[in-house]
């Protein structure tokens, strides 16, 4: 049987807060194992009337799960990515059936920025700058860099961190997907 680790991680996905926009971005590859099955995925969703944006690593068919999920807690909680993200946290590691569920979830709005695990965890990065998966560590080391030696977009940013996390990472591809959330601060 497969481990989680090897379902959870092989992707990359990446976001980033500043300014008035939010940008996530993802490769296109899905692997099971070390064979690529697919190389034009695309792993990014808007929910709530395309004001909150999502992005998963893992299994695809527990990431739709999880997105119907939480798609139903924003509607409940009128919106409010932060209430909608802690529920689903809270259910996810505590329902019998939803904690199997092999996947994790960056999901932001004009004002969060969040990564939402299975283990119960909704954090919130300071610098508003959060990547999952295989190639997470790359993407985020070079979005940083970028950030903060650059004058790119942050569009631009997250296209470059993403294809320099493809020159890395055997499980992450150059067939990026980025969506832009304008909002006002």
């Known amino acids: 049987m497969e481990k ?3 379902r959870i991680y092989g992707t990359t996905i990446l976001a980033i807060k500043r300014g008035g926009e939010v940008v996530i971005g993802g490769d ?3 692997s099971l194992g070390n064979t690529i099955l697919k190389h034009t995925a695309v792993k990014i969703r808007r929910l709530y009337e395309g004001k909150v944006i999502t992005g998963f690593a893992g299994a695809t068919a527990d ?3 999880l997105f119907e999920k939480l798609e139903g807690k924003l509607e409940e909680y009128k919106g409010n990515l932060a209430r909608a993200a802690v529920d689903l946290a809270k259910e996810w590691r505590t329902d019998k059936i939803l904690r199997r569920l092999e996947a994790m979830l960056i999901a932001a709005d004009a004002t969060h920025c969040l990564l939402i695990s299975g283990s119960g965890d909704v954090i919130e990065p300071e610098d508003g700058v959060v990547a999952i998966g295989s190639g997470g560590p790359y993407a985020l080391a070079a979005a940083k ?3 903060a030696h650059s004058r790119l977009s942050t569009e631009e940013i997250a296209r470059n961190a993403l294809e320099i996390a493809a020159s890395i990472c055997v499980f992450t591809n ?5 969506e832009k959330l304008d909002c006002e601060e």
């Open 63 to 65: 990431a739709f799960t």
């Open 4 to 6: 989680m680790e090897n």
């Open 145 to 147: 860099a970028l950030l």
């Open 174 to 178: 150059s067939e990026i997907t980025v």
């Open 28 to 30: 296109g590859q899905v």
